[in-house]
């Protein structure tokens, strides 16, 4: 088959519907027959990923056979909560509410992430300082990989930034990374105690761009929009009645106490650019031409090539089953 | 200084047993530098040389070579 012409509306679905009705049916018989469970639980964020998550997971198996989990902690938005609920509501969803907060600090997480934080700068403390991890280098611009910096604000908005030693980075992310990986225990402590499936909640990107934790955000039964861009996703969310308000939200990580954007943390592109150009190079087309279409030079899509390698090739083993042939 | 650098990066640099690294060698095009490469290359650069890279320094310009390095850390101990 002739490869179509790129183009800014390439990767747009054409039929909704359609898309919807066959995610739908293959959740459904994957959970009920592959799986062998009667229904879903979704953790629900407030974020638009889990919310198109849970209203596919809703039209598979009826609200009666869904429960969306809340999982906050005390560095998480109080937004969350109330987006959360409010889409609850618009499904009629059953929610349980689980504040992880103790079971963190019962793991440290806080502690080590402050530990490494304060051998960054010594005057930083989490009463008197918010914080982030952030990539500040421009990937339109130049083939590097990325560096982490550390961003801290203390009550008067005097800001600080520094890059982070890999120690230290190594140890924040280590330590952050307890957030998503208490999630998923208690979405399959739910999904146990109701014979339930855990639906994960990853996108495409962040499946094949290994924006995930390793048994935490990534681990889940079945990953119903792990297959779909940014821009489907946000296209299924209008068909499937999401409230606006989550639709318009800006995505963040909502995982340190500064608000931080996934584009910052991880992307370092907006999503509307960044599908777009994963398509073309996910399927071999041309710099040159891609370029051409979103107003790009060739060398900024090369650029933007390599680092989606890079990715890709780096995150690798957060993608793999345990290796068990030995013999 | 610059031996040490070479030193380092010789070391350190994901590469095959027959792929020889000179100083004009470019590191992140040869792909011999990921993130946690380049990560460790500034800690290196820290803790051996005291440099402190500021975040507008890490550009492909100061890092894309052991040439390029050693001028970025010549430039900084100068500053």
């Not at chain 1, 066959?22 to 799986?35: A, E, F």
């Not at chain 1, 638009?48 to 902690?73: C, H, Q, R």
Request: proline residues 3%; aromatic residues 10%.
């Amino acid at each position: 088959m002739e490869k179509k012409a790129f183009s800014k509306s390439i990767i747009k679905l054409e039929d909704i519907q359609k898309t919807c009705d066959t995610i739908i049916q293959k959740l459904r018989h994957d959970v009920h027959t592959v799986l062998n469970r009667k229904g879903g639980i979704v953790g629900i964020s407030g974020g638009i990923d889990s919310s198109v998550s849970l209203a596919l997971t809703v039209k598979a198996f009826g609200a009666e056979n869904v429960i969306g989990i809340m999982l906050p902690e005390k560095d998480s938005s109080p937004d969350s909560k109330a987006f959360a609920q409010k889409l609850a509501d618009k499904f009629g969803v059953k929610t349980i509410v689980e504040d992880i907060t103790g079971a963190l600090e019962g793991f440290k997480c806080y502690q080590r992430r402050d530990e490494a934080m304060t051998r960054v700068f010594p005057e930083y403390n989490p009463v008197d300082y918010k914080s982030k991890i952030s990539i500040k280098q421009n990937v339109l611009m130049q083939n590097i990989p990325s560096v982490f910096s550390l961003t801290i604000i203390d009550k008067k908005g005097e800001v600080k930034s520094k890059v982070l030693p890999i120690k230290e980075y190594l140890q924040i992310v280590a330590a952050s990374n307890f957030k998503q990986r208490c999630r998923m225990s208690m979405l399959y402590y739910h999904a146990e105690a109701n014979h339930y499936a855990v639906i994960g909640t990853p996108n495409k990107h962040e499946v094949e761009q290994g924006f995930f934790v390793k048994y935490g955000d990534g681990g889940a039964d079945v990953m119903p929009i792990g297959d779909l861009y940014k821009n489907q996703v946000y296209q299924i969310a209008e068909y499937l009645g999401v409230p606006k308000e989550i639709i318009n939200r800006t995505p963040t990580t909502d995982t340190y106490t500064m608000e931080q954007t996934q584009e910052e943390f991880f992307y370092q592109l907006p999503y509307e650019l960044m599908d777009l150009l994963w398509f073309g190079w996910e399927n071999g087309y041309e710099p040159a031409e891609v370029a051409k279409a979103l107003d790009l030079t060739s060398e900024q899509v090369a650029h933007v090539n390599k680092t989606f390698e890079r990715k890709k090739k780096t995150t690798e083993y957060l993608r793999m089953a345990p290796m068990r042939e030995y013999r | 200084m610059e031996d040490k650098i070479k030193d380092y990066v010789k070391r350190t640099a994901a590469v095959s047993a027959n792929f020889s690294i000179n100083n004009d060698t470019l590191l992140f095009e040869e792909g011999l530098f990921d993130s946690m490469g380049f990560m460790s290359l500034i800690n290196f650069l820290q803790e051996e040389l005291k440099i402190q890279p500021n975040d507008d320094e890490l550009v492909v310009e100061n890092f894309e070579s052991i040439n390029a390095i050693v001028a970025y850390v010549n430039k900084k101990q100068a500053a």
